[in-house]
């Protein structure tokens, strides 16, 4: 099988379990020649975190928005894409991460965003199955574009205008509308492995305390994920939220930030995900471990859900 990797930064720990232990990721942006000869260069660059450059997906509005844009059915203006920081280095909107250290100039930017979609769309042609990481509800809607970004302008580049950026959070109904316009887009010879990602937010701008909003995100997540998992046959969930975050483990799978996730935690659930997949693998015996791994989480943009950028 042609097996794809995108969501959020916990599907990173997925997708590294998996090619330790023989199974093949689908790569359609591989690092060029010259970074595979100093491996150390290959930091930062969003290679081989996900089958494309995506950075990470946190919603399925971004990815459905990407699908959009990928095919051809979305344009998108420049100035939605290339946003400029106070250094003068440019970054990708949508990727704000990718590469960590920004870009020259507007049309590197431009240039790399075009490179990235027709990868895009290229992977969803060709993959059998998707694992996708569901990370968040909550994203900021350009009011001008209808664009959705995972941080409005002021976090990490470009200047924030309370009359333009309004935060978000997706309903159930969202999520199931959205997800299905995926599917349709994709074809339905396309299966997909849900998780939801057990890493809780840090801050909201939903007004709500963040445990509330947290929850909210959560409980929505989890109970679309069943939804779909249980009325399409073509879609299956993996438990990786329940293992993490279930009453049992006394708050001991996460680490003293209560944030991120204990390495013997994502040990656990990677050894419970071959269990449940056993034919993904192509050896027998007891699996390697990526669990030490670190993931690239866009702590900065998470927190940017705050009331107003800054604030």
């Known amino acids: 099988?042609?097996?794809?990797?995108?969501g959020s930064c916990f599907a990173q720990h997925l997708k590294r379990f998996l090619e330790s232990n023989g199974v093949s990721i689908v790569d359609v942006e591989p690092p060029p020649p010259i970074l595979k000869t100093i491996p150390d260069l290959i930091d930062g660059h969003g290679y081989g975190v996900y089958s494309a450059r995506f950075g990470n997906i946190y919603t399925v509005r971004q990815l459905l928005q990407l699908l959009r844009e990928a095919s051809g059915e979305l344009a998108i203006d420049d100035s939605s894409i290339a946003w400029q920081r106070e250094d003068g280095?440019?970054?990708?909107?949508?990727?704000?991460?990718?590469?960590?250290?920004?870009?020259?100039?507007?049309?590197?930017?431009?240039?790399?965003?075009?490179?990235?979609?027709?990868?895009?769309?290229?992977?969803?042609?060709?993959?059998?199955?998707?694992?996708f990481t569901l990370g968040l509800t909550e994203y900021w809607l350009d009011e001008e574009t209808g664009l959705a970004y995972s941080a409005p302008p002021g976090v990490k580049a470009g200047t924030f205008d309370a009359k333009r950026w309004t935060a978000k959070s997706l309903s159930f109904a969202d999520l199931v509308e959205d997800f299905g316009k995926v599917q349709s887009m994709v074809g339905a010879s396309t299966k997909w492995l849900l998780t939801v990602s057990p890493v809780p937010l840090t801050a909201t701008a939903t007004g709500q305390h963040v445990l509330v909003a947290n929850t909210r995100s959560k409980s929505t997540l989890r109970a679309f994920a069943a939804d779909v998992a249980e009325s399409d046959p073509n879609v299956d969930y993996f438990p990786s939220y329940e293992i993490v975050t279930n009453p049992n483990s006394r708050g001991t799978h996460f680490m003293s930030n209560m944030r991120e996730v204990e390495p013997a935690a994502v040990a656990r659930v990677m050894h419970e995900f071959r269990r449940a997949q056993p034919r993904l693998f192509e050896h027998e015996g007891e699996p390697e471990s990526s669990a030490s791994a670190d993931t690239q989480c866009e702590d900065a943009l998470l927190e940017a859900f705050a009331p107003g950028p800054g604030s």
Do not use: C, K, N, T
């Not at 990708?92 to 991460?97: E, I, K, N, S, W």
């Open 89 to 131: 280095r440019w970054i990708d909107a949508f990727r704000p991460a990718v590469p960590e250290y920004g870009l020259g100039s507007l049309d590197e930017v431009i240039a790399l965003r075009r490179h990235h979609v027709d990868r895009v769309w290229a992977l969803f042609s060709q993959v059998d199955v998707m694992i």
């Open 1 to 6: 099988m042609r097996i794809g990797a995108a």
